[in-house]
């Protein structure tokens, strides 16, 4: 996400770093091309307008002009107003309310409604540990429904079962009954969309709110529309009243605009972010961690989070002590393969680091992307147990017949065998430096005296 707006703002402000002191044309023609920048990622021009107007007033004031480090703190400046624009703060869901408590989940056809939907109940019941119900009152697109219970029995969610004829007002009456009736915390209802907005669709959103009373009602919106998703935040916010907003398809969302526009036009803040198909890849919005990655800056945090998530404690332990030992495999290779991937892969792993946009040419030409680790999970599934577990035996023969299972040539499989080899081997020299002492000796060298 803001890839382009990124890389733009990115040499905007490695031009003034390199000035020793500012002037106020510096500023303003600095200024000139953020808004230039920001216009193209289809942030709306009301909230680019106000956007460069508060930054000016801060950026050509004296203690910026005078400043040991003028440039960095114009981007101070403008990361402080991007954190504004986007939140100015983390809101996450309000779930204050008796059980069974109600999220309504409305927004146009194709913005990714029902596999959002999916999506926030597995997450609520898997870190917020609460029982959840999900009914579709989706009847007229062809198979909905279906599509809810087979994403439901994906995550591990319940869903209302479908009754034919049913409308909308009736499944969810029917769901609220149940919800209470089975002792559920929340009851999610995935409603119906249109390919536009139209005085039906508002209408039975209305009714519904009306009827449910949702402690949230989350406009799920496609990022990929840009301007198209501000408008239809806008006439929902308008017409429904909604307490917040789920921005899909952000993982493909080069520019970022909508993310930039939808707080400032609706006054209702993004809560979470889809950024991937797989039913896991559903985040919260962090305003400063956003603009922070906007700006070159990463998200370490966000990192540490998703990692935190997806480590099992238990098995790092396995594996140190393996490490220890020196009998790491190729078993153990593959699963720390797919952990990488359930962390949105090596590109995911990157995105969050700062100063990655400016190599980025770099890291594609040293071709470092996630179809590399696939091929390399491939090779490794290819292989017997006997041969995950002793890659000496694997030979000329050997090769070919796993190069062939894999779809990839005999060199691929060379690679890989010899990528593991090397840290095999730099692992156990660490291990027995760590054994006589010398790791621990060579540290202390390099620490200042008193220390």
């Known amino acids: 996400m803001f890839e382009s707006l990124s ?18 044309a510096d500023v303003a023609a600095a200024l000139r091309e ?15 307008k106000d956007f460069i107007e508060r930054v000016r007033e801060r950026a050509v004031g004296e203690e910026v002009l005078r400043s040991v480090t003028p440039g960095q703190q114009v981007v101070k400046i403008v990361h402080d107003h991007l954190t504004e624009t986007l939140g100015p703060a983390a809101e996450g869901l309000n779930l204050d309310a008796p059980a069974p408590a109600v999220i309504l989940m409305v927004g146009l056809q194709g913005s990714g409604k029902t596999t959002t939907t999916a999506k926030l109940g597995r997450m609520l019941a898997q870190r917020q540990r609460r029982k959840v119900l999900m ?13 809810l219970a087979q994403l439901g029995a994906q995550a591990g969610i319940a869903v209302l079962p479908v009754v034919a004829g049913e409308g909308p007002l009736a499944i969810a009456g029917r769901a609220l009954d149940a919800g209470r009736r089975e002792g559920y915390d929340l009851v999610l209802l995935d409603t119906a969309g249109r390919l536009h907005i139209d005085d039906e669709l508002m209408a039975e959103a209305k009714a519904l709110a009306v009827r449910t009373r949702p402690v949230e009602t989350l406009l799920v919106a496609d990022a990929l529309t840009g301007q198209d998703a501000v408008n239809v935040a806008r006439a929902f916010n308008d017409r429904v009243g909604i307490t917040g907003i789920v921005l899909t398809r952000v993982d493909g969302d080069a520019r970022g605009g909508a993310a930039l526009s939808m707080k400032a036009v609706t006054g209702r803040p993004i809560k979470l972010i889809g950024v991937g198909e797989k039913l896991d890849a559903l985040e919260a919005f962090h305003p400063d961690r956003i603009a922070g990655r906007i700006l070159g800056m990463g998200d370490v945090v966000g990192l540490v989070e998703r990692a935190a998530e997806q480590i099992d404690r238990d098995e790092a332990e396995r594996l140190a002590r393996k490490v220890q030992k020196g009998g790491l495999d190729l078993e153990d290779l593959l699963g720390q393969i797919r952990q990488i991937g359930r962390m949105g892969g090596m ?41 995950r577990r002793r890659p000496e035996i694997i030979k000329a023969s ?51 005296p008193g220390r």
């Open 7 to 24: 890389g733009k703002l990115g040499g905007v402000f490695d031009r003034l770093r390199r000035r020793g002191s500012l002037s106020e």
């Open 34 to 48: 953020v808004r230039i920048a920001l216009l193209e990622a289809d942030v709306a021009l009301p909230v680019v």
């Open 135 to 147: 009914a579709s009152l989706d009847v007229r697109r062809a198979a909905a429904q279906e599509q």
């Open 347 to 387: 590109e995911g792993l990157l995105a969050h680091l700062p100063g990655v946009a400016k190599i980025k040419s770099r890291l594609a030409d040293a071709r470092i992307d996630s179809r590399a680790l696939k091929h390399q999970e491939a090779i490794i599934l290819s292989m017997t147990p006997a041969e």
């Open 398 to 448: 050997r090769k070919r017949r796993i190069a062939a299972g894999a779809g990839v040539g005999v060199p691929e499989v060379n690679r890989l065998l010899k990528q593991f080899s090397d840290m095999s081997r730099m692992m156990k020299r660490v291990t027995e430096m760590e054994k006589k002492g010398l790791l621990r000796r060579g540290l202390e060298r390099l620490m200042p």
